[in-house]
């Protein structure tokens, strides 16, 4: 037995260390009580800090280390029983609420829900986050009719109260190398930009064509084209703008011009000389954006 006490580590199984007499024992024996589970950093330490560790030392220091992956074996365990039990319990009450739903006259599990349609690759690579990282594959899906952009969708797999989820759609490009990409025509164009009927007509072909993706897009290309209109509305209403106070500043210089006011103010020509007046006499600040396309 060992003349010194021994204070676990962090990791070891057990809280506190029986106190050995200092006196009694010699010191190069390294023990704990019988039997006691003894953490690995403990042993390391030990080992490290004594050169010569008697058998008996030994035999208790390999029967600590033995009670305490017992110990560790007991509580993987008693984690693994607990596991599967929260998992029995949530595979129980999820067959519960099916069951449940599947006495409801008014929900057939499986079935499409009111208002959605089958997605059957319409919107590919539509997965829906459950938790956990795991996703699903969405297998009922809606589209919003107001936009025409936005697409909502259910996994079919918790019942008529599962919460929707929404994702932006776009159009998908023609994966056929037989067929090649040609850039839009002007008449497309022009209908995408014309008036208000001519869009119309477009986006209900749009519509029956039944691409999702294209529809969505060319509803955008519409409305960025709408808040273009109307940024260079605001440009040229301000380029309208600086034109007046423009002439105006050129009334003001020809009245100062009869006037003759250089000469009458003649004596403060020397108070130009500083670097305060190094500036452009004349400066055209205003924006001149060009007006690259008309609009029908």
């Not at 037995?1 to 809280?15: A, K, L, T």
């Not at 490290?48 to 017992?70: C, F, M, Q, W, Y």
């Not at 500083?274 to 055209?284: E, K, T, V, Y």
Request: proline share 6%.
């Amino acid at each position: 037995m060992s003349d010194i006490s021994i204070n676990y580590s962090v990791h070891s199984p057990v809280e506190t260390s029986p106190a050995i007499n200092a006196d009694e024992y010699h010191p190069a024996a390294i023990v704990t009580s019988e039997n006691a589970p003894i953490s690995p950093n403990t042993v390391l330490a030990t080992l490290a800090a004594h050169n010569d560790v008697p058998t008996e030392s030994l035999r208790e220091i390999i029967t600590g280390l033995v009670a305490t992956i017992k110990l560790r074996k007991m509580a993987w365990e008693a984690d693994r029983v607990a596991m599967r039990a929260c998992i029995n319990h949530a595979e129980d009450r999820l067959e519960a609420a099916m069951e449940e739903r599947e006495d409801e006259p008014k929900y057939e599990y499986g079935s499409i829900p009111t208002g959605f349609e089958r997605n059957k690759d319409r919107v590919p690579n539509f997965d829906i986050p459950v938790g956990d990282g795991m996703f699903l594959p969405t297998a009922f899906i809606w589209r919003d009719e107001s936009t025409y952009k936005k697409v909502w969708g259910v996994t079919g797999q918790f019942g008529k109260e599962e919460p929707q989820y929404a994702i932006e759609i776009f159009a998908s490009p023609i994966n056929n190398l037989g067929i090649p990409t040609e850039p839009i025509r002007q008449w497309f164009l022009r209908l995408l930009q014309g008036c208000t009927s001519n869009y119309e007509f477009l986006c209900d072909a749009a519509i029956n064509l039944g691409d999702w993706g294209v529809t969505a897009d060319i509803t955008r290309y519409r409305e960025y084209e709408d808040q273009l209109r109307e940024i260079n509305a605001s440009i040229s209403a301000m380029r309208s703008e600086a034109e007046a106070l423009d002439v105006l500043q050129e009334s003001c210089r020809n009245h100062l011009t009869a006037a003759n006011v250089s000469q009458c103010l003649a004596r403060l020509e020397g108070a130009c000389q500083g670097r305060d007046c190094h500036f452009p006499i004349m400066r055209d600040a205003t924006v001149q954006p060009s007006n690259r396309r008309g609009h029908g």
